[in-house]
């Protein structure tokens, strides 16, 4: 573990200084956009009167897909998504005309005065609707291991269950947004708040009908992202560059909190079934699941999201016998999209579900059937790669004997015990999460790094910051292997015209592509300037190492310095710029099989909740997360325990709190941050210990330092168990239910119910 350089962005960050779109210079012809969206869920579009607010006095234009030169299609993964609706409404909140204006304010009062007329049509807001309608977004997914029918026949104990997860709202910090602006000859710059900047430039070119080099995009950096904007920061975008292809004028348009929440999609809601059955010793033979995945109105990434819940529904367990589907449901709601965990904490809530009902008619506790189950060296995941150096019991026992998992229990038993009122639940939650693009061609980076004559550094590549701190690992990776200070590199912004062709910044993979292609093209300068110094020091070139901002020989400092050695390359009209590209071995994975090797590794861990609940208010605090993770060797602790941190509450807070809700014709109703809770310091856990694994950490790591970015949001599911506990210890009536969150009005119910 290297000492913890701090996040390069604090400094800016705290003083207020930092850059995000709607802090951008605007050019003064600057106009404002705002989207006009549909009042309702789905229906026929019979008639759009914009006459009215045309005329209001400040409105330049209103754009609709008539507008389009190119084509009016956004989807990426599929082409089921229009821009703006032509004849017919899917969801309510889909954009329909963009109004262009001289301020934000006219561009309100303009789309108060749309008069539009829709024949409606029958809305469908849940998965188990579609499927019951046979609404489907794309054909199922299955994967198999082993025969789980023939299994459950000659299992001790069997059971079936249902189990139901919301949605979630990013609420990133910064809302969705976008400023572009024309340049010469029909190019625009577009500065996004996305995490795919050239997925913003392809789409932005398809539909304006021109090639990808008139698009610049431009990501200074995000005020979060979480998902949200890995597909979803795209229509702004377009939009935008649609009125300036027509206008030749800078549009600006940042999404307003009421029409950012309305108009997004979220984490996918899964209704699912489970069957799960154990032999007497407690191994857990068979397995099958159903998953019914509320996709919304269009494809957006909900297949790869689907996928990636049947990649962790067994989570941290070997189960031999597995069968499990997917449907991606079509309802009439905003796409739903990626979201921290990217389907797997959906798919990892059922078979915990499933473990806890299991323990439940046993009559025994649900840890010792986790226990009995969890990955060893060398199983097989039902996708058919084989676990290694795996670490699902070493962070399982390690955290329980750290954190003295035995008393922790005694207390709690005790607490019970002498409290009617107050009751406590205390859980265990492991998580394995496989790391890389389940896609695997888009496991793939590039980054351009600059040595300026003045021997200061400028690196760019195809990440972007969005909080997560990876600007900061870059500039790490690039300092390290170049031998130098920290001071003198800088990061740019993430631009399509100096790194190309990128994969957004998701699946927790950022740090590792780009930072291995920083690795490359600062290992390429070295190796030039290795030669440069060693003639001027006048010795043999395997002696040269650069460290220290000084050049040494067979490891004694030298007179010569970094600047030095930068000078005379320049003499010697050596480049000193390089650009690396990398690209993921090993993994590969058959689709239609659902077989092959989609990760590069795993990452691994255990946690510890604990909760209390007031059984006369069904409210609960929670006391204590405890936790063992596998950082492999950290490159920046202070940066990956602030991601634990947060990916936990964000996972506490998911399952617990937040409740997404939309009436029966589709529009939401928690539309709002009083009628949609996420947990605030009161609910956040009052203690929070991370203690990293005793591991080595992998080689397909960058600098052997895990990805960090998703896996611990699923520690989160931890609470969920915690207080069934407590409710059950209070009420030994209750019957455990799998519907979450587990708001208090649901514990509540829980703690009366009488059966
Ligand atoms: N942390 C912050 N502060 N803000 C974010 O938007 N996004 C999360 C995670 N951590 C996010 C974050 C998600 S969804 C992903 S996939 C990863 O960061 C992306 O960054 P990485 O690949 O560099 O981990
Ligand atoms: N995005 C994506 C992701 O396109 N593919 C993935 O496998 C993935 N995994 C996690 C988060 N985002
Ligand atoms: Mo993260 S859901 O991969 O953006």
């Known amino acids: 573990?290297?000492?913890?350089?701090?996040?390069?962005?604090?400094?800016?960050?705290?003083?207020?200084?930092?850059?995000?779109?709607?802090?951008?210079?605007?050019?003064?012809?600057?106009?404002?956009?705002?989207?006009?969206?549909?009042?309702?869920?789905?229906?026929?579009?019979?008639?759009?009167?914009?006459?009215?607010?045309?005329?209001?006095?400040?409105?330049?234009?209103?754009?609709?897909?008539?507008?389009?030169?190119?084509?009016?299609?956004?989807?990426?993964?599929?082409?089921?998504?229009?821009?703006?609706?032509?004849?017919?409404?899917?969801?309510?909140?889909?954009?329909?005309?963009?109004?262009?204006?001289?301020?934000?304010?006219?561009?309100?009062?303009?789309?108060?005065?749309?008069?539009?007329?829709i024949e409606e049509l029958p809305v469908i807001t849940t998965a188990i609707k579609a499927k019951e309608k046979k609404s489907f977004i794309s054909a199922p997914i299955y994967f198999k291991l082993g025969d789980t029918a023939a299994t459950f026949s000659n299992c001790d104990h069997v059971t079936e269950g249902e189990t139901f997860s919301n949605g979630q709202e990013h609420l990133y910090l910064e809302t969705q947004g976008c400023y572009a602006v024309p340049q010469e000859n029909g190019s625009i710059k577009i500065t996004s708040s996305t995490q795919g900047p050239a997925q913003v430039q392809k789409a932005a070119a398809r539909v304006l009908g021109v090639a990808m080099h008139k698009i610049e995009v431009d990501v200074i950096r995000l005020g979060g992202g979480f998902g949200g904007k890995e597909d979803q920061?795209?229509?702004?975008?377009?939009?935008?560059?649609?009125?300036?292809?027509?206008?030749?004028?800078?549009?600006?348009?940042?999404?307003?909190?009421?029409?950012?929440?309305?108009?997004?999609?979220?984490?996918?809601?899964?209704?699912s079934f489970f069957k799960i059955g154990l032999n007497k010793d407690l191994k857990i033979m068979a397995f099958e699941a159903e998953f019914l995945q509320n996709s919304g109105a269009a494809a957006d990434l909900s297949p790869a999201i689907a996928e990636r819940t049947?990649?962790?529904?067994?989570?941290?367990?070997?189960?031999?016998?597995?069968?499990?589907?997917?449907?991606?449901?079509?309802?009439?709601?905003?796409?739903?999209?990626?979201?921290?965990?990217?389907?797997?904490?959906?798919?990892?809530?059922v078979i915990e579900s499933a473990i806890a009902k299991m323990a439940e008619e046993m009559g025994i506790d649900k840890r010792k059937i986790q226990e009995a189950n969890l990955l060893a060296e060398n199983d097989e995941f039902s996708y058919g790669q084989i676990a290694t150096k795996v670490e699902a019991q070493s962070t399982w026992f390690s955290a329980k004997e750290k954190f003295e998992f035995g008393k922790l229990e005694k207390e709690i038993?005790?607490?019970?015990?002498?409290?009617?009122?107050?009751?406590?639940?205390?859980?265990?939650?492991?998580?394995?999460?496989?790391?890389?693009?389940?896609?695997?061609?888009?496991?793939?980076a590039r980054a351009l790094v600059h040595i300026y004559q003045d021997g200061s550094v400028g690196v760019?590549?195809?990440?972007?910051?969005?909080?997560?701190?990876?600007?900061?690992?870059?500039?790490?990776?690039?300092?390290?292997?170049?031998?130098i200070s920290a001071n003198k590199v800088k990061l740019e912004t993430t631009n399509t015209t100096r790194v190309a062709n990128t994969s957004p910044s998701a699946a927790s993979v950022t740090a590792d592509l780009n930072g291995k292609a920083v690795d490359m093209a600062c290992v390429a300068l070295i190796e030039r300037l290795r030669k440069v110094a060693a003639k001027m020091a006048s010795v043999d070139e395997s002696t040269i190492f650069f460290k220290e901002d000084y050049v040494?020989?067979?490891?004694?400092?030298?007179?010569?310095?970094?600047?030095?050695?930068?000078?005379?390359?320049?003499?010697?009209?050596?480049?000193?710029?390089?650009?690396?590209?990398?690209?993921?071995?090993?993994?590969?994975?058959?689709?239609?099989?659902?077989?092959?090797?989609?990760?590069?590794?795993?990452v691994y861990g255990t946690a510890i909740t604990a909760v209390t609940l007031d059984c006369v208010r069904g409210t609960y605090e929670i006391d204590f997360v405890k936790i063992v993770h596998d950082f492999g060797k950290s490159m920046n602790i202070g940066i990956d325990i602030g991601q634990v941190e947060g990916a936990l509450v964000q996972g506490i807070g998911w399952m617990t709190t937040e409740e997404i809700a939309y009436s029966s014709d589709g529009r939401l109703l928690s539309n709002a941050l009083s009628t949609y809770k996420v947990p605030d310091i009161f609910s956040a856990p009052k203690t929070v210990e991370i203690i990293p694994a005793a591991v080595e950490g992998n080689k397909m790591a960058i600098r052997k330092s895990k990805a960090v970015g998703e896996p611990p949001l699923m520690y989160g599911i931890g609470a969920y168990f915690a207080i069934q506990q407590a409710v059950k210890a209070f009420n030994k009536?209750?019957?455990?239910k799998f519907d979450s969150p587990f708001t208090p009005g649901k514990v509540l119910t829980g703690l009366y119910e009488k059966n």
């Open 1 to 117: 573990m290297s000492k913890t350089m701090k996040n390069i962005d604090s400094f800016t960050h705290v003083r207020g200084e930092s850059i995000f779109v709607d802090d951008l210079i605007t050019r003064q012809d600057t106009l404002i956009g705002l989207v006009f969206d549909s009042p309702k869920a789905h229906g026929k579009i019979k008639e759009v009167n914009y006459s009215k607010a045309e005329k209001v006095k400040g409105v330049v234009k209103i754009f609709t897909y008539k507008d389009i030169l190119g084509v009016n299609q956004i989807g990426e993964i599929l082409p089921d998504e229009p821009l703006w609706a032509e004849n017919e409404v899917h969801y309510w909140g889909q954009p329909i005309a963009f109004i262009v204006a001289e301020s934000e304010a006219i561009a309100k009062k303009a789309r108060l005065l749309i008069e539009i007329e």
């Open 233 to 271: 920061a795209t229509a702004w975008a377009v939009m935008a560059a649609v009125a300036v292809q027509y206008l030749n004028k800078p549009i600006k348009y940042i999404l307003n909190r009421y029409d950012d929440l309305r108009m997004t999609g979220k984490r996918h809601p899964y209704s």
């Open 310 to 349: 049947l990649f962790h529904a067994t989570n941290s367990y070997f189960i031999p016998n597995v069968s499990t589907v997917v449907y991606s449901c079509k309802t009439n709601l905003p796409p739903n999209t990626a979201f921290r965990g990217f389907g797997g904490p959906q798919g990892m809530f």
């Open 413 to 444: 038993f005790s607490f019970n015990r002498k409290n009617a009122h107050f009751k406590k639940g205390i859980s265990l939650m492991p998580i394995t999460f496989g790391i890389s693009f389940t896609n695997t061609m888009m496991n793939h």
């Open 460 to 483: 760019s590549t195809g990440a972007v910051e969005m909080g997560q701190g990876v600007n900061t690992k870059m500039l790490q990776v690039a300092q390290i292997t170049l031998g």
């Open 552 to 602: 040494f020989v067979n490891g004694e400092k030298s007179e010569f310095t970094w600047e030095t050695i930068v000078a005379q390359a320049m003499v010697e009209r050596i480049v000193l710029s390089e650009n690396a590209h990398y690209a993921t071995p090993i993994v590969h994975f058959d689709k239609i099989k659902g077989k092959g090797h989609p990760f590069a590794y795993h």
């Open 733 to 736: 009536n209750y019957k455990l």
